[in-house]
């Protein structure tokens, strides 16, 4: 799997001449792109790629795991052999030309190493790895799938807990671990849980306020499995509301159901975040609208493409991105409804679709 990969990979080393790639892990760094170009699920390491070799650097705390997951690579105990043997052995003498991604690795990381290899030339291709990870392969995408029937299982458990008197942070705690309990590995991000008037904020974080009857509450949250995530989001309604949330919120359904069907291969971005945008402006809501209409998701769960206004590329197939339209009043409250979609020739498979979007009063 990661062979194919690595040949992406290397297509872009051709390029540039580089006589090597090199990625940098750091401890806290939380980059996914090692994981994907060798299978290695640990973190403090570095990667060197050639042509026609690729070697793991890593410490004690990691060798295991890394035998056992990176095929295909040479494995190196750093406290061996040190990383600066390793690329000097690889580099021709005095010079050579190490390729990395700007975006993946810090300054001062590369800085040592250029004061280490006075002669060495740096290609930097600052968005390659993000680039080469926007279009899924078929072991991705049975990740994601299952990433996000975690989600629709937990979601489903979660439902009768949301009930007037329950504290934002206490469900969002809850719903933390029914993830777990339905099979996720790790939660993609800490769940929203967003009533009544904070809801107004898209990416509001929760409080110890209670829900109460009447108040709409957005729940936007996703599990990990396997490195994969999932990201969905639903609104649902505490008793019965007001005659404004509600069409509030089939505004936004219906903007949310219409870029669900336009998504497919071969819509540009920003069409199909005018699809959505366009259906708020029919009922009206369309300047309560403040972000974008989705993302890629992955490993991470922001990755490329971005569907926005400004982003004229054309969707791909196998490309995995989010819907999700929302409006957000200040004093009033929010709605948003996101759906993951996996792109396809005609169309795409809605991931999440489990969870039903229709207008829940509980
Ligand atoms: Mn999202």
Redesign the pocket.
Known sequence: MTLSRLKQLRTAMRRHTADVFWLPNGENSGQPATGWLSGFSGSDSHLLITKNKATLLTDGRYLIEAEKEAAGFEIVDIAKQSFGDVLGKILPKGGGAVMLDGAAVSYATAEKVKAKFPGLKIVNESGVLTELRRVKDAAELQFLKKAAAISCAAFKKFLPHVRAGATEKSLARLLENLLFECGADGIAFPPIIASGRNGAAAHAVPTGKKLQRGELVVI?FGATYRGYVS?M?RTVAVGKVSPRLVRMYEAVRAAQDAGCRAARAGISAHALDAVCRESLEKSGFAKHFTHAT??G?GMA??ELPVVSPKQTAALQVGEVI?C?PGVYIKGVGGVRT?DSLAITKNGNINLTARASKKFIML
């Open positions: 936007d990201d989001t989705g993302h998701i769960v922001h989010t999700e996101e």
